[in-house]
T-cell receptor, first 111, second 114 residues
């Protein structure tokens, strides 16, 4: 059974700091890994998707890496802003379009 | 980009009543949609996979008679929570896939059962 773990559970940083969120998964037989952002009481916004054959994806200030063999991914956020405050979820996709989510990292960026 | 619309965004109901949640793909056809549930401070858990024109596939531990799923068209899937009880209070969210691209999620429905 696939299990996804995210560390840390919560993170508070001052504005402008670079930060890294970690995600690990137990079964390396994945199709892809996706990072999402969730604001309180809201749905999910897809940030980055990394196919199993890829090692990283970048979008603006965000960079996600994937090491499938070791079952790890990181989300790097550069020059953090208060608007980045949200819960960040990592999810891996396996057969049948099944997504297994981590419990998320709650990020607070203080002005 | 692709949009998935979910309605209502929140609902409060009395115990024993049924609640219907709609999930629509607005600008694409989705043969498969997914329903998730999220309890406070926990992650999303897949409840069922909704297939257009056929029965939904439920995850282990999810009661199919309690959580009725109908996928009558390529753009609409509905989840009905029947005879809702306080323990069904949760955040329900749907998703749909555009071809082989990433999944798009609705904005979610917060259900509170009194």
């Amino acid at each position: 059974k696939q299990e996804v773990t995210q560390i840390p559970a919560a993170l508070s940083v001052p504005e402008g700091e670079n930060l890294v969120l970690n995600c690990s998964f137990t079964d390396s037989a994945i199709y892809n890994l996706q990072w999402f952002r969730q604001d309180p009481g809201k749905g999910l916004t897809s940030l980055l998707l990394i196919q199993s054959s890829q090692r990283e994806q970048t979008s603006g200030r965000l960079n996600a890496s994937l090491d499938k063999s070791s079952g790890r991914s990181t989300l790097y956020i550069a020059a953090s802003q208060p608007g980045d405050s949200a819960t960040y979820l990592c999810a891996v996709e396996t057969s049948g379009s099944r997504l297994t989510f981590g419990e998320g990292t709650q990020l607070t960026v203080n002005p | 980009g692709a949009v998935v619309s979910q309605h209502p965004s929140w609902v409060i109901c009395k115990s024993g009543t049924s609640v219907k949640i709609e999930c629509r793909s607005l600008d694409f056809q989705a043969t498969t949609m997914f329903w998730y549930r999220q309890f406070p401070k926990q992650s999303l858990m897949l409840m069922a996979t909704s297939n257009e024109g056929s029965k939904a596939t439920y995850e282990q531990g999810v009661e199919k008679d309690k959580f009725l799923i109908n996928h009558a068209s390529l753009t609409l899937s509905t989840l009905t929570v029947t005879s809702a009880h306080p323990e069904d209070s949760s955040f329900y969210i749907c998703s749909a896939r555009l071809l082989n691209e990433k999944l798009f999620f609705g904005s979610g429905t917060q259900l509170s059962v009194l």
